[in-house]
């Protein structure tokens, strides 16, 4: 039984009649048992998960398109298209099994309508309708960054409200969660995310030529050759945005200084082709370095900013991080660090539902449900490739010209 509001009248009706009625709103009520089907095609990898409302992950399926985009540099939105369709079928199937339901057992189907790429949120939300007819199921539509933002949750009892900080290939953002759908962005990338660069400088400096490093994402392979540094600071760097009393960031000034460093020791060792330079570790130590000293430095003047508007609660000051580069335990360390200075809780959720994923989608929608939330019927328009997140507040951040010393963290390497 559904109740169906958003009609002049609130109505109890039958799941079989809901199908009839237009512009109405469905409303799921909370059960523990409650499964939702979370489905995610926003970038460049297609998640599927059902996860029930005690939030046990009752099954999961993840098809990764991230290494092949990679070889060609970027990714290609027609291929990502391409291979979302080809594997959306199948990656529903697997999760159902592994769940060990059918598609008529599921309460609702969850689906991420916004921000990312069109073509390849569109083979979601279009599986996503016509699963939804086939089986008269409600569909849930999710905010792919709230749900980065939100998963946390799942795994950790963490209060509204609280600090996220969301760090990918695709976004940089730094936002108070003040409840399920209320969100305020006191930051945003200016140019590039950290992922994004991560993975380009991974590709040009061709650490996929390193038999370790050739499965891993430009991030990880970055993390893992840092580790073998024997002088991270052969290499200098500019802190980028250092006068700016803001909460933005900026990564495309490094990356080009990066370019620099490479192109001069490549020049130096007439490394041609296929052949790496030496200093390699230290190149990469320098620039993870530089990116977790940027990020620390916004952080925070978020933690300031927040303070200072009671955004947060006194004794229970929480920071999740999230998103695919939170899987970098060097950066997670330095917010850790930044945290415990600030008398803050940094929290990171599992790295397995960092990355992009079709958990978070389910558990945004049980949040959803939680609260009681009203799910209109979407179409292809509820598609918003750019949807921002938030009330954005990054002018009034930046008119409390918040000093904060630029972060240093060579004692990290001591
Ligand atoms: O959240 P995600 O799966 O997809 C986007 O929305 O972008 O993040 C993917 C990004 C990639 O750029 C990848 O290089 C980065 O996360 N990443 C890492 C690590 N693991 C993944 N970056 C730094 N260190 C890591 N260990
Ligand atoms: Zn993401």
Same mark, same amino acid.
């Given at each position: 039984?559904?109740?169906?509001?958003?009609?002049?009248?609130?109505?109890?009706?039958?799941?079989?009649?809901?199908?009839?009625?237009?512009?109405?709103?469905?409303?799921?009520?909370?059960?523990? @048992?409650?499964?939702?089907?979370?489905?995610?095609?926003?970038?460049?990898?297609?998640?599927?998960?059902?996860?029930?409302?005690? $939030? /046990?992950?009752?099954?999961?399926?993840?098809?990764? %398109?991230?290494?092949?985009?990679?070889? #060609?540099?970027?990714? /290609?939105?027609?291929?990502?298209?391409?291979?979302?369709?080809?594997?959306?079928?199948?990656?529903?199937?697997?999760?159902?099994?592994?769940?060990?339901? /059918?598609?008529?057992?599921?309460?609702?189907?969850?689906?991420?309508?916004?921000?990312?790429?069109?073509?390849?949120? %569109?083979?979601?939300?279009? #599986?996503?309708?016509?699963?939804?007819?086939?089986?008269?199921?409600?569909?849930?539509?999710?905010?792919?960054?709230?749900?980065?933002?939100?998963?946390?949750?799942?795994?950790?009892?963490?209060?509204?409200?609280?600090?996220?900080?969301?760090?990918?290939?695709?976004?940089?953002?730094?936002?108070?969660?003040?409840?399920?759908?209320?969100?305020?962005?006191?930051? @945003?990338?200016?140019?590039?995310?950290?992922?994004?660069?991560?993975?380009?400088?991974?590709?040009?400096?061709?650490?996929?030529?390193?038999?370790?490093?050739?499965?891993?994402?430009?991030?990880? $392979?970055?993390?893992?050759? $840092?580790?073998?540094?024997?002088?991270?600071?052969?290499?200098?760097?500019?802190?980028?945005?250092?006068?700016?009393?803001?909460?933005?960031?900026?990564?495309?000034?490094?990356?080009?200084?990066?370019?620099?460093?490479?192109?001069?020791?490549?020049?130096?060792?007439?490394?041609?082709?296929?052949?790496?330079?030496?200093?390699?570790?230290?190149?990469?130590? $320098?620039? %993870?370095?530089?990116?977790?000293?940027?990020?620390?430095?916004?952080?925070?003047?978020?933690?300031?900013?927040?303070?200072?508007?009671?955004?947060?609660?006194?004794? @229970?000051?929480?920071?999740?991080?999230?998103?695919?580069?939170?899987?970098?335990?060097?950066?997670?360390?330095?917010?850790?660090?930044?945290?415990?200075?600030?008398?803050?809780?940094?929290?990171?959720?599992?790295?397995?539902?960092?990355?992009?994923?079709?958990?978070?989608?389910?558990?945004?929608?049980?949040?959803?449900?939680?609260?009681?939330? %009203?799910?209109?019927?979407?179409?292809?328009?509820?598609?918003?490739?750019?949807?921002?997140?938030?009330?954005?507040?990054?002018?009034?951040?930046?008119?409390? @010209?918040?000093?904060?010393?630029?972060?240093?963290?060579?004692?990290?390497?001591?």
């Amino acid at each position: 039984m559904y109740l169906l509001t958003g009609c002049p009248k609130r109505v109890k009706i039958t799941l079989k009649g809901f199908s009839k009625l237009k512009n109405c709103y469905r409303h799921l009520s909370y059960d523990p @048992n409650v499964t939702i089907l979370g489905i995610e095609t926003s970038c460049d990898d297609t998640g599927c998960a059902v996860v029930d409302g005690k $939030a /046990n992950v009752l099954g999961e399926s993840l098809f990764s %398109q991230n290494m092949l985009h990679l070889r #060609y540099g970027g990714i /290609n939105p027609l291929v990502a298209r391409d291979l979302h369709r080809d594997n959306i079928e199948f990656a529903v199937k697997q999760t159902l099994e592994k769940s060990k339901l /059918n598609a008529s057992n599921i309460d609702a189907i969850a689906v991420t309508t916004k921000p990312g790429l069109l073509i390849s949120l %569109q083979i979601g939300v279009k #599986y996503a309708k016509y699963l939804a007819k086939s089986y008269n199921k409600p569909i849930i539509p999710v905010h792919h960054m709230e749900a980065h933002a939100l998963v946390a949750r799942m795994f950790y009892d963490i209060e509204f409200p609280f600090l996220a900080l969301l760090i990918s290939g695709g976004h940089c953002l730094l936002t108070v969660v003040k409840d399920v759908d209320n969100f305020l962005l006191l930051g @945003n990338t200016l140019d590039n995310a950290p992922g994004e660069v991560l993975d380009k400088a991974a590709r040009r400096m061709k650490l996929r030529n390193i038999p370790a490093y050739s499965e891993l994402v430009g991030g990880k $392979a970055i993390e893992e050759a $840092a580790k073998c540094a024997k002088n991270p600071e052969l290499f200098a760097f500019p802190t980028p945005l250092v006068k700016s009393r803001d909460c933005n960031f900026s990564f495309s000034g490094i990356k080009e200084v990066l370019m620099k460093h490479l192109v001069r020791k490549e020049k130096e060792h007439n490394a041609v082709g296929d052949e790496i330079i030496p200093e390699i570790n230290d190149l990469c130590a $320098a620039f %993870q370095l530089i990116i977790a000293e940027h990020i620390s430095h916004r952080v925070q003047r978020a933690v300031l900013f927040c303070t200072k508007n009671q955004f947060l609660k006194e004794d @229970n000051k929480n920071i999740v991080v999230s998103g695919g580069v939170a899987c970098n335990d060097f950066i997670f360390k330095t917010l850790q660090n930044v945290g415990m200075q600030w008398n803050c809780n940094v929290i990171r959720p599992p790295p397995k539902v960092c990355t992009d994923n079709g958990v978070m989608i389910a558990w945004n929608a049980i949040e959803k449900i939680k609260k009681q939330y %009203q799910f209109p019927d979407i179409t292809l328009d509820s598609i918003d490739p750019k949807a921002p997140l938030g009330v954005n507040i990054t002018d009034k951040v930046k008119k409390a @010209n918040i000093y904060v010393k630029a972060t240093r963290l060579k004692d990290m390497f001591n």
